[in-house]
């Protein structure tokens, strides 16, 4: 029989068959591993001390069924071990039936897409690189922690798992550390990861994936000291044509109109999410005025507009922490935040969205509890999403007003500038607080 296996109860299983033992560890690594990001975009989320995989109601559906296997039956590929060998020719008798147990799910199709999962986080280990100037990172290469799923551990943990009604399933993995620390390029307290944002924006048109671009490379290598309040707007700096930015749809007052940096709230909600999922205080955030298809799930967005609104949060670690966007794909930004882990404890609910209405309008909350030094907060960041129809859409672009320019030195060159014709007026003195990038 190919792609049997045996199942344990424990964590450590033991046969014990004349005299000879064997033994299988079930490999849990990190005693306190980051959560999953919400929302997160992989069936396998991957971090140096842990690696969660989230099986699909599809993949379920296609596994269920009744499956009888001989407990101490080992045999894959058609190979047989000395178990097998003891069990079925040593000790074989005239009549012996070994002994079975049935399964829920399919042990040979869990199997075989462990290999998937194992082709998306298998990795060798990598050294960091890291150079700091001026208080920006502005070069750095994250170290890598060599991985390896044990798929035959993780068979046994996802069967359990699934049968007990669970979807999210930590898998079984040896991992090989990078030869040099992060630690050791710096004395900040930059060693590791403590946060993750991710943000889809499938579909964009062209100018809004420019605005985004230029937005990420703004918070791009961006240190934030302890204690130190992080403002979006404050790093972002002017948004105007000579930084690089293009006119793309925004919410301005009760109307949607191209402006400059149309897009830039792809940034300031990714940004959020890993503010959020690193445990840190928000000290100031807005939504939408009303729910926008790139911010999915509703709740989790960050809105701002320079001068009128930020998103702002506190280092609360006692270590600095570096801030570290990029793309993921072509339709994929993911902000990580690099520190030490203070020991905290996070956990953040699934958003959930409620009083929809037919026009478009909804509300949405989003539960984040953080356990620090014993004591436990929980905060709840509600959002009210208007009717879509109240925002008149108009294609007219009216440019903003030119201001200096902060750089950072990670900021790409912009490679197109469109043609404009300042206004007479500052389009800013009518903003209502809603308005948003």
Not at 248 to 271: A, D, F, M, N, R
Not at 345 to 370: C, H, Y
Request: overall charge neutral; proline content about 9%; charged content about 20%.
């Amino acid at each position: 029989m190919q792609n049997s296996f045996l199942f344990v109860k424990y964590p450590v299983a033991i046969l014990v068959v004349t005299g000879l033992f064997f033994v299988w560890p079930v490999i849990k690594i990190g005693a306190s591993p980051l959560p999953p990001p919400v929302p997160t975009y992989d069936p396998v989320t991957s971090y140096a001390d842990t690696t969660v995989v989230t099986v699909p109601n599809s993949l379920k559906n296609e596994w269920a069924g009744e499956f009888s296997l001989p407990v101490f039956s080992m045999v894959k590929s058609g190979q047989w071990n000395i178990k097998d060998y003891v069990m079925y020719g040593y000790l074989a008798k005239e009549g012996f039936t070994p002994e079975t147990r049935n399964y829920k799910y399919d042990p040979a199709k869990v199997y075989a897409w462990t290999k998937q999962a194992a082709s998306s986080v298998n990795t060798e280990s990598k050294d960091p690189e890291l150079t700091i100037k001026n208080g920006y990172a502005t070069h750095f290469v994250p170290p890598v922690i060599g991985k390896q799923i044990d798929r035959y551990q993780s068979t046994l943990k996802i069967l359990q798992g699934l049968e007990l009604g669970q979807n999210n399933l930590e898998l079984s993995i040896k991992t090989a550390q990078p030869s040099r620390s992060l630690s050791e390029l710096n004395d900040l307290g930059i060693t590791e990861l403590i946060g993750r944002g991710e943000s889809k924006f499938t579909g964009s048109p062209a100018n809004r994936r420019h605005n985004i671009r230029v937005g990420m490379n703004k918070m791009k290598g961006i240190i934030i000291k302890p204690g130190e309040e992080f403002s979006f707007n404050k790093h972002l700096g002017p948004v105007e044509a000579s930084e690089g930015f293009l006119p793309e749809l925004v919410i301005k007052g009760y109307e949607t109109i191209p402006e400059l940096g149309g897009g830039l709230c792809q940034v300031s909600s990714t940004t959020f999410r890993a503010a959020m999922h690193a445990g840190l205080p928000i000290t100031q955030r807005r939504n939408h005025s009303y729910a926008v298809q790139y911010y999915a799930p509703q709740g989790t967005d960050a809105t701002i507009y320079p001068g009128v609104i930020d998103i702002k949060f506190t280092n609360d670690t006692g270590s600095s922490i570096l801030v570290w966007p990029y793309f993921k794909g072509s339709d994929i930004l993911i902000f990580d935040f690099y520190g030490t882990r203070d020991g905290r404890e996070v956990k953040l609910n699934q958003p959930i969205t409620f009083d929809r209405q037919a026009n478009g309008a909804m509300k949405a909350s989003w539960t984040r509890t953080v356990t620090k030094n014993g004591k436990t907060e929980t905060n709840t960041f509600s959002s009210n999403y208007k009717p879509p129809e109240l925002f008149q859409k108009r294609e007219e672009f009216v440019p903003n007003p030119e201001a200096p320019a902060t750089p950072n030195p990670n900021q790409e060159v912009p490679t197109t500038t469109p043609s404009l014709t300042p206004p007479p007026t500052n389009p800013a003195n009518n903003i209502e607080p809603n308005d948003s990038i």
